[in-house]
């Protein structure tokens, strides 16, 4: 039974630091691709998936959507995977998910993940 279990979001100012971590278990994949993926206000409506943050391949490869470069930072220690968040802003405010891919392959679409946190709310003004 995987579990994904997300913690660390809360409310912050413009340009405050939030710093999330997400624990997988129950899982025998050696090195999974996991990821950080986020659903802003008025998305889901729209019927968006939800989009990238950042992912951190089993072997190291990292990869950050356009506007996660250079603000926010992905890392990882074996099963637990971490986003620390700087100079965030208010369109940065949502939902962040933790997600893990229990196949071969890093993508970055969300479809592609197999498994999924319950989510952390992120709230900035």
């Known amino acids: 039974h995987v579990q994904l279990v997300e913690s660390g979001g809360g409310s912050v100012e413009v340009e405050g630091s939030l710093r999330l971590s997400c624990v997988v278990s129950?899982?025998?994949?050696?090195?999974?691709?996991m990821g950080w993926f986020r659903q802003v206000p008025g998305k889901e409506r729209e019927g968006k998936e939800r989009?990238?943050?950042?992912?951190?391949?089993?072997?190291?490869r990292i990869s950050y959507a356009g506007f996660a470069e250079g603000r926010f930072t992905i890392t990882r220690e074996k099963d637990k995977l971490y986003l620390q968040m700087d100079s965030l802003k208010p369109g940065d405010t949502g939902t962040y998910y933790c997600?893990?891919?229990?196949?071969?392959?890093?993508?970055?679409?969300?479809?592609?993940?197999?498994?999924w946190g319950q989510g952390t709310q992120v709230t900035v003004s």
């Open positions: 989009e990238r943050v950042a992912t951190y391949g089993g072997y190291g």
């Open positions: 129950g899982h025998t994949y050696v090195k999974p691709c």
């Open positions: 997600a893990v891919r229990l196949n071969s392959g890093c993508p970055i679409r969300a479809r592609d993940f197999d498994y």
